[in-house]
């Protein structure tokens, strides 16, 4: 069965380092979706993509964010300068098309940050 | 402010037993997602549902979404220990939402056997 898959599974890093963040979604999935749980939160939207371009963001995802397909299968999350509160776990998830399809998430990247 | 509400917290039922859980909105939901988080772990899809007074079933779990579209609930016939985790309601709340989800806080689900 297609999955989404997340590397790594944990990322430590010091404050100040930039992390990648890598997804690669379901195949035949158009839209792309980042989201971020910090511990014993709730899960927060960050942002979506479709067509190579953000289609919708959150007030959480600032200029310390970015996202990028570099190919045709990897989708990163870009964390600049990271802060002790960007530690949490990051997921990727991608639908066929958008609203009202499923919407299946990764496993997961714990970012820990030091 | 809180937009997607879960009752209750937390649950402990004895394996066997039904229950329900509760996922509710001020406003409009287009699209209510339920999903099964294990702690510290990925989200696993459970059902989908778009339209007023829509039910979906898998197995032992059934997934109810209200006419007013303000409301679902998840019911679990024959609680086993596999159920045990943490039940996540998300739901896109505007109508031209490309899919961001916006999530309750989760029931934690406790199944002894």
């Known amino acids: 069965e297609p999955e989404v898959t997340q590397t790594p599974s944990h990322q430590v890093t010091q404050m100040g380092q930039e992390v990648i963040l890598r997804c690669v979604p379901i195949s035949n999935h158009l839209y792309f979706y980042w989201y971020r749980q910090i511990l014993g939160q709730k899960v927060e939207f960050l942002v979506s993509?479709?067509?190579?371009?953000?289609?919708?963001k959150s007030e959480i995802f600032d200029d310390q964010f970015s996202v990028e397909r570099p190919d045709g299968s990897n989708f990163t999350l870009k964390i600049r300068s990271t802060k002790l509160e960007d530690s949490a776990m990051y997921f990727c998830a991608s639908s066929e098309q958008g609203a009202s399809y499923e919407q299946y998430f990764g496993p997961g990247t714990r970012l820990t940050v030091t | 402010s809180q937009e997607l509400e879960q009752s209750p917290q937390s649950l402990i039922v004895q394996e066997g037993k039904n229950l329900t859980i509760n996922c509710t909105s001020s406003k409009t939901l287009y699209g209510l997602y339920w999903y099964k988080q294990k702690y510290g772990e990925g989200l696993i899809f459970l059902m989908m549902l778009q339209k007023g007074g829509e039910e979906k079933s898998h197995e032992k779990i059934t997934a109810k979404l209200d006419e007013k579209k303000q409301q679902s609930s998840l019911h679990i016939t024959a609680s086993q220990p596999s159920h045990a985790g943490i039940y996540l309601c998300?739901?896109?709340?505007?109508?031209?939402?490309?899919?961001?989800?916006?999530f309750g806080k989760g029931t934690k689900l406790s199944v002894k056997p």
């Open positions: 998300g739901a896109a709340l505007d109508a031209g939402s490309q899919g961001n989800l916006i």
């Open positions: 993509f479709y067509n190579n371009e953000i289609s919708e």
